[in-house]
């Protein structure tokens, strides 16, 4: 494939996009001339400012260029990558306090019965053998404040409305609790008023207070609150992205803040992005980080929305398999579902985030027995040490594949890392085939079908759960070991087609590159439309609505301005989450109107929910006669940058050229020998067809064509194993 950027700045026509990954950080180079090129390198957590540079070196190289004179004509650079998450997993971030609503000073704690999250379905049955998930902050550095704001009710004539504050901030409380957490050390403060949704004045009282009190003790640490990360309601949702900013996020800028720094001295005269976990792009300063949490997997999925929409696929799953994990996501009407309280990691967010599932199964995942002789997959994994053929202590898939022949051990990215094929089998035999008493190519066939197994399972999951039907999606098959394992998990889905791309390996970084600069901005309300409501009643709610659409433009116009984005091309979409009075769900209705001030405008809000309403549920589940409810509204901004644009290429014949064939080598595959042929991905065109069995190699992946088998070149250059 071949794409070309869009709305560069002449003399500097180059779009930069990485994915740091665990194991491997992928670039994407696009020229201004519709080619691009593809650097990778192994991920290193220690000093991810060499491992980008390096990363981004790879790819120049293939232009005759260093990293320096790449930086040099690049217009924007795109950094995405799970650093953000490892910090929450790990708990390595800063340590935290954190004001909070009198009463409420357990709620770093409670878990509200979430205890199953993260679970698989058969530990979810043993609830009493659970542990609790890591708490994000000490809870000895909670102090509770004496404060409180209404919240109001739907049942506005028999109740206070709402943002009314009923107790000011206790000041002397602030102070004394600000002097306490000082002394114990913590390095950034949270607030979290339970009614700063609707009217924040006691959370900004609270944090002038505090920072008065942190000068006073001759100290400098960041104050935060929660209406400037999560101004919504359900306050252990919005607590969960306070802590994951003040602890996690501001952690992770830092060490963003560093590629930034290595890239400008390399050359690069801009800002460094990253993206949302909403999709969309925005520079490391960016308040509300917390936001890019999993900036790394969305990129797959923002690929497969560009890819969707240029081949005209209604039903996509993506699939990505790299080094450390195996994520799964659906692009349905070339659109990415969106969640508003997702469950991560353990947590339960006010962040929206796409919709992803994923597994620890891996192409590093550590295969081992345990004192029962069972054999599990993960979820440890080697990441950058890939392996025992590398330089982990553990054996891996990729000493498995390896060993299968499937994995050539002197062409790992592209010869430059060499693996030892005799160390991976001298592993494979001593931790599982000798235990078990198998010989060496049926031990490592029954592990790939584990692992196999486990990831069809998986994509089986994400159609089926949702109520779809596989024969109408296409699977999309990409990471650095998704071209590898394609054989062995889509068989037996029944889906209509499995595609994969030829830079699969880089595809989230694609997808980066094909981000938006987008800022998304929500606000919390509490508004009842009533069923009799009359055309007063509906001017007074189009009129608080407008209002806080109105103030998040200004709020967008402001941040954007201050990252130094050009707002002339900027661009507001609008929406809400809405509900029938007494659901307890809200859900996300998209408007194609951004202005409520005319009692028209209010039924059109109405008919819109309705129409989500019913593209979800039957239409016999309505239930207008009870009235609506808004909880929240939103809008997105986005302002124009670079784009990369899919091309379209002139079919040839079905024959490869003869410069396409490498040669040939054996491979157990399903426990019996072949001979393989090998070919360069390189050197495929549009058009050809590869029939298995067959490796086609490159230096960032392999495509396993088992014999049966065939990969047939479209022309976008998308292969299409049938």
């Not at 390096?54 to 190289?61: I, K």
């Not at 001298?426 to 931790?431: D, F, V, Y």
């Not at 064509?705 to 990969?711: D, L, M, T, W």
Request: hydrophobic share 40%; aromatic share 8%; net charge negative.
């Amino acid at each position: 494939m071949s794409i070309s950027a869009q709305t560069a700045a002449p003399h500097r026509e180059f779009i930069l996009a990485l994915d740091a990954g665990g194991t491997m950080t992928d670039t994407i180079l696009v020229l201004a001339d519709g080619s691009f090129k593809v650097g990778k390198s192994l991920t290193n957590r220690a000093d991810e400012p060499a491992s980008y540079l390096e990363s981004v070196a790879d790819a120049a190289a293939a232009l005759g260029l260093s990293s320096s004179e790449a930086h040099s004509r690049t217009a924007v650079s795109i950094y995405a990558g799970t650093g953000m998450l490892n910090t929450l997993l790990t708990g390595t971030g800063r340590r935290a306090g954190l004001l909070v609503t009198r009463g409420f000073e357990d709620i770093t704690i409670i878990e509200g019965g979430l205890t199953y999250l993260g679970q698989a379905q058969h530990d979810m049955l043993h609830n009493q053998l659970h542990e609790h998930t890591r708490p994000m902050m000490d809870s000895r550095n909670v102090r509770g404040i004496s404060e409180r704001t209404c919240v109001g009710s739907y049942f506005m004539d028999k109740h206070l409305p709402p943002g009314e504050i009923l107790f000011p901030v206790n000041e002397r409380q602030v102070r004394e609790a600000v002097r306490e957490l000082l002394a114990a050390g913590i390095e950034i403060l949270g607030i979290l008023f339970t009614g700063a949704f609707v009217n924040p004045a006691n959370e900004a009282q609270a944090k002038a207070v505090a920072i008065a009190a942190i000068a006073e003790a001759g100290a400098a640490i960041p104050v935060v609150c929660s209406h400037e990360v999560a101004p919504v309601l359900k306050e252990n949702n919005r607590m969960k992205s306070l802590l994951l900013q003040i602890t996690a996020a501001e952690h992770t800028r830092s060490a963003l803040q560093a590629v930034e720094r290595a890239a400008r001295r390399d050359g690069y005269d801009g800002q460094l992005l990253t993206l949302l976990s909403y999709g969309g792009a925005v520079n490391v300063s960016y308040p509300r980080l917390y936001e890019t949490v999993i900036s790394g997997p969305i990129g797959g999925l923002m690929a497969g929305q560009i890819l969707s929409r240029r081949l005209g696929i209604q039903k996509l799953l993506c699939s990505d398999m790299g080094g450390t994990s195996f994520d799964v996501g659906l692009v349905v009407d070339h659109q990415i579902p969106i969640r508003k309280d997702p469950d991560f990691a353990g947590h339960r967010l006010a962040l929206p985030m796409v919709a992803l599932d994923s597994v620890g199964a891996g192409a590093g995942s550590a295969v081992w027995l345990d004192k029962y002789k069972r054999l599990h997959v993960g979820p440890e994994s080697a990441g950058a040490a890939v392996g025992c053929c590398y330089e982990y202590d553990k054996l891996t898939v990729t000493d498995v594949n390896v060993v299968m022949g499937y994995v050539d051990p002197d062409y790992f990215l592209g010869g430059k890392v060499r693996l030892d094929r005799a160390r991976a089998s001298a592993a494979l035999e001593e931790q599982i085939a000798r235990p078990l008493g198998l010989d060496l190519y049926a031990a490592g066939a029954g592990i790939l079908e584990v692992i196999n197994t486990n990831m069809r399972e998986t994509v089986q999951t994400m159609m089926l759960a949702k109520g779809y039907e596989p024969s109408e999606f296409t699977v999309l098959c990409y990471g650095g070991a998704g071209p590898v394992h394609m054989w062995g998990y889509t068989e037996g889905l029944g889906v209509a087609d499995v595609i994969t791309v030829p830079y699969a390996a880089a595809f989230s970084a694609f997808g980066a590159a094909c981000a938006e600069y987008m800022h998304r901005y929500h606000r919390g309300l509490v508004i009842a439309i009533p069923n009799e409501a009359g055309a007063d009643d509906k001017r007074r709610i189009g009129a608080e609505i407008d209002a806080a659409f109105r103030a998040l433009e200004d709020n967008a116009r402001r941040e954007l301005a201050e990252e130094g984005a050009d707002l002339a091309g900027l661009h507001f979409d609008y929406g809400i989450y809405a509900r029938y009075i007494g659901q307890l769900e809200s859900f996300d209705t998209p408007l194609d109107f951004g202005q409520t001030r005319e009692p028209g405008d209010v039924d059109r809000l109405v008919a819109a929910f309705e129409d989500t309403y019913t593209k979800i549920y039957p239409a016999g589940a309505r239930f207008p006669e009870v009235g609506y409810a808004i909880s929240e509204v939103y809008v997105k901004a986005t302002v124009p940058k670079a784009m990369p644009v899919m091309r379209r290429h002139t079919l040839v014949c079905a024959k490869p050229a003869d410069s396409a064939y490498v040669g040939s080598r054996r491979v157990c595959h399903r426990g019996e020998l072949h001979e393989f042929g090998v070919w360069q991905m390189g050197e495929l065109a549009a058009g050809n067809v590869v029939a298995g069995p067959a490796i086609i190699r490159d230096p960032m992946t392999t495509v396993v064509v088992p014999p049966g088998k065939r990969i047939e070149i479209d022309e976008y250059e998308v292969l299409h194993y049938r």
